[in-house]
């Protein structure tokens, strides 16, 4: 079936700092979603993206849908200790009936 | 308002118990979801509703037995679970399936513990 990669898994960064995670495919995606999940809790969504190319920003966080419709990139700008946890990305094929496949997440944690 | 609602937050069953739990959204959304999610893992698909039928099972064993009572609610009943059986469940919601737009919301998920 189809899967996604992402990297880095896990990442350590001082406060401040800029963070960049991508999400890839061997396969064509056409609806990308950014989630955050903290412990214990539900997963949170942070940007959606459906066209090839698009550039959406929500605050400190953008996201990029690739142009070869196989990956996708999350950037957090002058991270926070609250930025903590994991992120998952999503991918739909089909834009019709098919249901989101998911990342297996990049783990962030923020030094003070 | 974009929230999903689970109760109970956290529940434990012994492998004899037979429990439910619940999932509600206001937000119209004509498509929801049951996942599961093991710790350090990505949430994993059981079911899918569209328009309150039952339109995906993703080979979930029958100790789970999904339930929509109407475009609102979900329900997820619990039956002779197995201690692997542990997890976390979230609910989910999106406009619907044939649809260009369809962001799924997720709910903050009932921890399991069998006993």
């Known amino acids: 079936g189809q899967q996604l990669n992402q990297s880095p898994q896990s990442m350590f960064i001082q406060e401040g700092e800029d963070v960049s995670m991508n999400c890839t495919s061997s396969?064509?995606?056409?609806?990308w979603l950014w989630y955050k999940q903290d412990p214990g809790e539900g997963p949170v969504l942070l940007i959606a993206?459906?066209?090839?190319?698009e550039l959406t920003s929500n605050g400190r966080l953008t996201a990029q849908f690739g142009i070869t419709r196989k990956d996708s990139f999350l950037n957090i700008s002058a991270s926070i200790p609250s930025d903590v946890g994991i992120y998952f990305c999503?991918?739909?094929?089909?834009?019709?009936?098919?249901?989101?496949?998911f990342g297996p997440g990049t783990r962030l944690s923020v030094l003070p | 308002d974009t929230e999903v609602t689970q109760t109970p937050k956290h529940l434990v069953m012994g492998m004899t118990n037979k429990k439910s739990l619940k999932c509600e959204q206001h937000?119209?959304?004509?498509?929801m979801y049951w996942y599961k999610q093991k710790a350090k893992k990505p949430p994993e698909l059981m079911f899918v509703?569209?328009?309150?039928?039952?339109?995906i099972n993703e080979s979930v064993p029958s100790r789970f037995s999904p339930e929509c009572p109407n475009s609102s609610l979900l329900n997820l009943h619990l039956h002779a679970l197995q201690p692997e059986d542990s997890a976390l469940y979230l609910c989910?919601?999106?406009?619907?399936?044939?649809?260009?737009?369809?962001?799924?919301?997720f709910g903050p998920g009932t921890r399991l513990t069998v006993l």
């Open positions: 989910a919601s999106s406009p619907g399936l044939a649809v260009s737009y369809n962001e799924q919301f």
């Open positions: 937000m119209g959304h004509r498509a």
């Open positions: 999503a991918g739909r094929q089909d834009n019709y009936g098919q249901n989101f496949v």
């Open positions: 993206l459906y066209k090839a190319g």
């Open positions: 396969s064509i995606f056409n609806t």
């Open positions: 509703y569209s328009y309150e039928k039952l339109s």
